[in-house]
């Protein structure tokens, strides 16, 4: 089994109000960025990561070559697009030199540091025996209200159906990269991979995750995280 990875690194931070990229954000000295990528590297099975970055980026060249004695030849870099899943499909497209169709493909969200290794090693256990491919989650736990658009309370939603998403997610290389093709032709909006297949026709599988895969998204989650990876640091994750 080959397995590649993909992790989009282009956004620019909009809902956090830094002057600076999410993923250049540091925890404990560390940038977001180099923790994710610490921990897919960790992972002996992925043979390259494709890191997709702003075509703006004016920190890459120094974070690259500040990188390159720790990770070596595994580290491919590509411009991203205007969206998400735009940048993902142009990680996609630069594997396409080096990768098969039925190769699996792990898309990690850049400022989602505090992924376990053991989660991501579950998750490529549990998708490699699935015809489709599948993503990290996490149960909703607390109760969820439907509102209106003046924030009134509509209905109370049955939650246990409901998970949260998170990242990685793995999918058969060829797969992914039809249907994210096909949202872009579209003209449709998607998320996350998983969406993409989902438009396609494809279902993909849950594999449960653990909670503290937290996406910094506010100030507030920084310091969450890093708290997160000192617990952590006990399992022996890598910081």
């Not at 590649?4 to 909009?14: H, N, Q, T």
């Not at 990680?91 to 990768?99: C, K, R, S, V």
């Amino acid at each position: 089994m080959t397995i590649w990875a993909v992790l989009p690194a282009a956004g620019i931070g909009r809902r956090m109000g830094s002057t600076i990229p999410k993923q250049y954000l540091c925890i404990d000295g560390v940038p977001l960025l180099l923790h994710a990528l610490r921990r897919l590297c960790a992972v002996d099975e992925i043979q390259k990561i494709v890191v997709v970055i702003h075509p703006e980026d004016s920190r890459w060249a120094e974070f690259e070559i500040s990188i390159a004695e720790e990770f070596g030849n595994r580290i491919i870099t590509v411009m991203g697009g205007d969206e998400r899943f735009h940048s993902v499909l142009n990680g996609l497209n630069a594997m396409a030199e080096f990768a098969d169709k039925d190769d699996w493909v792990l898309v990690h969200d850049a400022v989602r540091p505090c992924v376990r290794t053991s989660d991501i090693e579950n998750l490529i256990s549990k998708v490699s025996l699935h015809s489709i491919g599948g993503l990290l989650g996490s149960a909703v736990d607390n109760t969820l209200k439907k509102v209106d658009a003046d924030l009134t309370v509509i209905e109370t939603v049955d939650r246990e159906s409901y998970w949260n998403a998170l990242t990685p997610q793995m999918f058969r290389f060829a797969q992914l990269k039809e249907s994210i093709e096909c949202v872009v032709a579209s003209g449709e909006q998607v998320t996350d991979e998983a969406a993409a297949m989902e438009v396609a026709g494809f279902k993909p599988v849950m594999v449960a995750g653990s909670k503290d895969n937290i996406k910094i998204t506010v100030d507030a989650d920084l310091v969450l995280a890093s708290q997160i990876l000192k617990n952590q640091a006990s399992d022996n994750e890598p910081r």
